[in-house]
């Protein structure tokens, strides 16, 4: 059921300026994006029961359309001014972002400070949630997104998206800022903090994670997956999704093959 959003949907977020904040991000070289927010409660999106409330674009195409242009920029809040401060994470905007949320990844992070405290050496958000959000810069080459790396940690990358402060929760707070230290290099214990028997499948909800890339390149040691192919019925089916061994002849000449169903797995 779509809801029709309130003419109050169209206002100024009750959190902050975001326009202004969008500007002064997008002067630090930050490719935005205009996302919908949260109004009493619900997503300016106008579905009842939104599931990414306050949390996804506005705009199609966001992955190539995020601009740190300001005319860009004032256009986008001329029509949408209450919009959510997005930031297309990656090589763009040249920031990884490492996302910690709720009671696992407040453990998680505090088990990574305590074993390197130069982690909370950098720039420091805090989202609505009350999750943390922390910067660093891209170093380059592919790195790719990945979800629960860790117990309660996603990392934000190429192709990525996350929510930038003074922008408004559906919790009822805001998004703000802990620490506007100069963003740093990704520290090497965050680098090897992947663990090889994690399958850190991507959520099938998450928009934020919908364009992800796949493919090589630096991943913080996050698993290539397989690409998954359409299935449909028949020999030929079979024949594209599976590898052969040991054939034996069919009808008309056609090779049916026996298939392995435990395709390999190659780790970066």
Same mark, same amino acid.
């Given at each position: 059921?779509v809801?029709?959003? %309130?003419?109050? %949907?169209?206002?100024?977020?009750?959190?902050g300026?975001?326009?202004?904040?969008?500007?002064? &991000?997008? %002067?630090?070289?930050?490719?935005?994006?205009?996302?919908?927010?949260?109004?009493?409660g619900?997503?300016?999106?106008g579905?009842?029961?939104?599931?990414?409330?306050?949390?996804?674009? #506005?705009?199609?195409?966001?992955?190539?359309?995020?601009?740190?242009?300001?005319?860009?920029?004032?256009?986008?809040w001329?029509?949408?001014?209450? *919009?959510?401060v997005? /930031?297309?994470?990656?090589?763009g905007?040249?920031?990884?972002?490492?996302?910690?949320?709720?009671?696992? +990844?407040?453990?998680?992070?505090? *088990?990574?400070?305590?074993?390197?405290?130069?982690?909370?050496?950098? #720039?420091?958000?805090?989202? +609505?949630?009350?999750?943390?959000?922390?910067?660093?810069?891209?170093?380059?080459?592919?790195?790719?997104?990945?979800?629960?790396r860790?117990?309660g940690?996603?990392?934000?990358?190429?192709?990525?998206?996350?929510?930038?402060?003074? *922008?408004?929760?559906?919790?009822?707070?805001? &998004?703000? /800022?802990?620490?506007?230290?100069?963003?740093?290099?990704?520290?090497? %214990?965050?680098?090897?903090?992947?663990?090889?028997?994690?399958?850190?499948?991507?959520?099938?909800?998450?928009d934020?994670?919908?364009?992800?890339?796949?493919?090589? +390149?630096?991943?913080?040691?996050?698993?290539?997956?397989? #690409?998954?192919?359409? #299935?449909?019925?028949?020999?030929?089916?079979?024949?594209?999704?599976?590898?052969?061994?040991?054939?034996?002849?069919?009808?008309?000449?056609?090779?049916?093959?026996?298939?392995?169903?435990?395709?390999?797995?190659?780790?970066?």
């Amino acid at each position: 059921m779509v809801r029709k959003p %309130s003419e109050d %949907s169209y206002k100024k977020s009750p959190c902050g300026e975001g326009e202004l904040a969008a500007l002064r &991000y997008a %002067s630090e070289g930050f490719q935005i994006v205009p996302c919908h927010s949260v109004e009493q409660g619900n997503c300016t999106c106008g579905k009842s029961e939104c599931r990414k409330a306050g949390k996804h674009p #506005r705009i199609r195409k966001w992955p190539t359309l995020a601009t740190s242009e300001p005319a860009k920029i004032k256009a986008w809040w001329r029509k949408w001014p209450n *919009s959510n401060v997005g /930031v297309a994470t990656g090589a763009g905007s040249k920031i990884v972002v490492f996302d910690f949320d709720g009671m696992d +990844g407040e453990q998680t992070l505090k *088990s990574l400070v305590d074993g390197d405290p130069s982690i909370l050496s950098t #720039r420091i958000h805090r989202t +609505g949630g009350g999750g943390t959000h922390l910067f660093f810069r891209h170093p380059g080459g592919t790195v790719k997104n990945a979800v629960r790396r860790l117990s309660g940690m996603d990392i934000r990358a190429d192709n990525g998206l996350i929510i930038l402060p003074p *922008s408004s929760h559906v919790s009822g707070r805001c &998004y703000s /800022v802990e620490s506007e230290q100069p963003i740093t290099a990704i520290p090497d %214990s965050l680098r090897n903090c992947h663990k090889e028997d994690d399958d850190h499948k991507e959520s099938k909800d998450d928009d934020e994670m919908k364009s992800m890339k796949q493919g090589g +390149g630096w991943g913080l040691g996050v698993r290539k997956r397989p #690409r998954k192919k359409k #299935r449909s019925h028949g020999i030929s089916a079979i024949k594209s999704d599976w590898r052969w061994k040991n054939h034996f002849q069919g009808s008309k000449g056609f090779d049916i093959r026996k298939c392995s169903t435990s395709p390999d797995v190659s780790w970066q």
